[in-house]
């Protein structure tokens, strides 16, 4: 093996901001070509319900091309000439179409998100004439909701109390037996998928799990820059020892180089097209479900900034807030601000802004309140509000009455 390629942490933050495309400047106008080559960039976009400021599969989208239109990822996820499918990426995803034959493997229930992971093993068994049935149902009546079926079936507690009818076809989109048709506002309408997707993409030859295993693997590295394998395996799911050797072939094959990165405990792989510009003018807020945030260790890791989602977390237990958003300005991460959009009041209302430690407020605090504001106006929101809360608050609030406007 070759000797590691020495990277400092400064390059190391600079290579993953690249390589996640946020050193780039925003188009003027984003057309569907721009939000097709971040979705190819980043590899997934997670799906999630989240809704506090927008659901969070446009957010990544918002933080590369800033005020761009979501009906463009509509039709490239949803639309008649889709470009993009939805399946178990990094978490419930929506991925490129030239990805589809990588994760049959999973479809075919390998490893932990595989369509017979233990624990839908046993309810297979018991089941598998009513799975027929709700496939039959599909197929003669075209795409439905699981609320649609004949026979919905019993809630059940343990599983999210779903119906037997959602657990069903839940189980067939995991084994490729369905797949997602459309959305009626965030539900999910199931159909066959000859009748989905392109006839190219089924027809499309399904590699190995071994080399699937690796495209993934290098895609996640694409994605990321420098990582280290347990970086490589998170991204999209991949079992530790698989992940571990599809590493090991990318080094041999040479796409990628071994690592020895300033700070970080373990050896890393660099991506060989990896690029680590001199400087980085970045300006964005980064949502909890942004690639670039998905793995809360590698955040810390590489941007010394400790984040964690306190959606969960009571109310009198949190420390910056609700649904807080790392702002990215240049290669730092150097505030975090707790956001929320009051659709009913027409406000984006900053709940909270708190500054990182040397950081700089009166550079900061600028660059911030425009940020905001074309988030605002990528909302349609009418206004925003900032609360008194935090260590930035006070300056962000003053940077936002000298742009002639009054929190």
């Given at each position: 093996?070759?000797?590691p390629?020495k990277?400092?942490q400064a ?9 996640q495309g946020l ?5 003027a ?8 080559r971040v ?8 799906i999630?319900?989240?809704n506090?400021?927008?659901?969070a599969h446009y957010m ?6 800033g ?7 509509d ?8 470009s993009?499918?939805?399946y178990?990426?990094h978490?419930?995803s929506i ?6 034959p ?5 479809m ?9 992971h233990?624990?839908w093993?046993q ?18 009546r075209g ?10 079936g019993?809630r059940?507690?343990?599983?999210w109390?779903?119906?037997d ?8 989109f995991k084994?490729?037996?369905l ?6 506002g ?5 159909d ?10 089924l ?5 190995s ?10 895609r ?18 991949l079992?530790?020892?698989a ?6 072939e990318?080094?041999?094959s ?9 700070g970080w405990?373990?050896g890393?792989?660099?991506?060989a ?15 909890p ?11 810390e ?22 649904y ?6 240049g290669d ?33 605090a ?15 929101l009418e206004?925003t509000r ?14 936002w009455?000298?742009?002639d406007?009054?929190?």
């Amino acid at each position: 093996m070759s000797k590691p390629v020495k990277i400092t942490q400064a390059q190391a933050r600079r290579i993953a901001i690249a390589a996640q495309g946020l050193d780039r400047p925003r188009p003027a106008k984003a057309t569907r070509a721009h939000v097709e080559r971040v979705i190819a960039r980043l590899g997934a976009l997670q799906i999630d319900a989240v809704n506090v400021v927008a659901r969070a599969h446009y957010m990544p989208l918002y933080t590369r091309l800033g005020a761009y239109d979501p009906a463009l990822l509509d039709a490239a996820w949803l639309g008649r000439k889709r470009s993009c499918f939805e399946y178990w990426g990094h978490e419930a995803s929506i991925l490129p179409y030239d990805a589809h034959p990588l994760f049959r493997w999973r479809m075919a229930g390998a490893g932990a998100q595989g369509a017979r992971h233990a624990r839908w093993v046993q309810w297979e068994k018991e089941r598998r004439a009513f799975l027929d049935d709700v496939l039959d149902e599909v197929r003669a009546r075209g795409a439905l909701a699981a609320s649609e079926l004949t026979n919905v079936g019993e809630r059940r507690g343990p599983w999210w109390g779903w119906s037997d009818g959602k657990l069903a076809m839940e189980f067939l989109f995991k084994t490729g037996e369905l797949t997602t048709a459309a959305r009626r506002g965030f539900e999910r309408l199931y159909d066959l998928p000859e009748r989905v997707h392109p006839a190219h993409v089924l027809a499309a030859a399904t590699p190995s799990d071994e080399d699937a295993i690796r495209a993934l693997a290098a895609r996640a590295l694409a994605a990321m820059g420098v990582a280290t394998v347990a970086d490589i395996a998170d991204y999209f799911r991949l079992a530790p020892a698989a992940a571990k050797r599809a590493c090991a072939e990318l080094i041999e094959s040479g796409a990628a180089a071994p690592a020895a990165v300033e700070g970080w405990r373990n050896g890393a792989l660099v991506d060989a097209n990896a690029r680590a510009p001199r400087r980085i003018e970045a300006c964005a807020l980064v949502s909890p479900f942004d690639p670039l945030a998905w793995n809360r260790a590698r955040v810390e890791r590489v941007f010394g900034f400790d984040y964690r989602i306190e959606i969960y977390v009571p109310a009198a237990k949190r420390r910056y807030g609700y649904y807080v958003l790392p702002f990215l300005m240049g290669d730092a991460l150097v505030a975090r601000v707790d956001l929320k959009a009051d659709r009913a009041g027409g406000a984006l209302v900053v709940q909270a802004a708190h500054l990182e430690p040397g950081a700089d407020a009166a550079k900061v605090a600028p660059a911030l309140a425009g940020e905001l504001e074309t988030m605002r106006a990528w909302l349609g929101l009418e206004r925003t509000r900032i609360n008194r809360r935090g260590d930035l608050a006070a300056a962000l609030g003053r940077a936002w009455v000298s742009r002639d406007g009054a929190p």
